[in-house]
């Protein structure tokens, strides 16, 4: 078991005119645009607003801007608070405030 332990994740996410698209390689005059299967990512945060901001200062475009929901279940009630903006690319990028489901 790991305790107290950090991790390093990288994703990348990149707009259809980067050298190296959702397909690997920088798509060529006349070849079709391949479309990626990534359509939601959804990260945790300290802070919903302050992710949604950054994203939309860096080029990302608005979609629900920070809301905090109760999501319910016959067991319990857990209320989660979160943002959401599309990338570029169109994803759609979450940002999750922590939260234990």
């Known amino acids: 078991m790991l305790k107290n332990k950090a991790f ?6 990149c707009d259809s005119n980067a050298d190296f698209p959702t397909q ?10 391949v479309e990626n299967s990534l359509l939601h990512i959804c ?3 300290r802070d919903a607003k302050k992710a949604y901001d950054e994203a939309i200062e860096n ?4 979609l ?3 809301e905090t929901l109760e999501l ?5 009630t857990v209320t989660v608070s979160n943002s959401l903006v599309y990338s570029p690319n ?6 999750l405030e922590s939260v234990a489901f």
Do not use: M
């Open 59 to 62: 080029g990302a475009k608005p």
């Open 43 to 45: 990260f945790t945060v």
């Open 24 to 33: 690997g390689r920088k798509r060529k005059q006349g070849d079709p645009y």
């Open 90 to 95: 169109g994803e759609v990028i979450e940002f």
């Open 8 to 13: 390093d994740c990288h994703i990348e996410i």
């Open 64 to 66: 629900s801007p920070k």
């Open 72 to 76: 319910r279940d016959q067991i319990k």
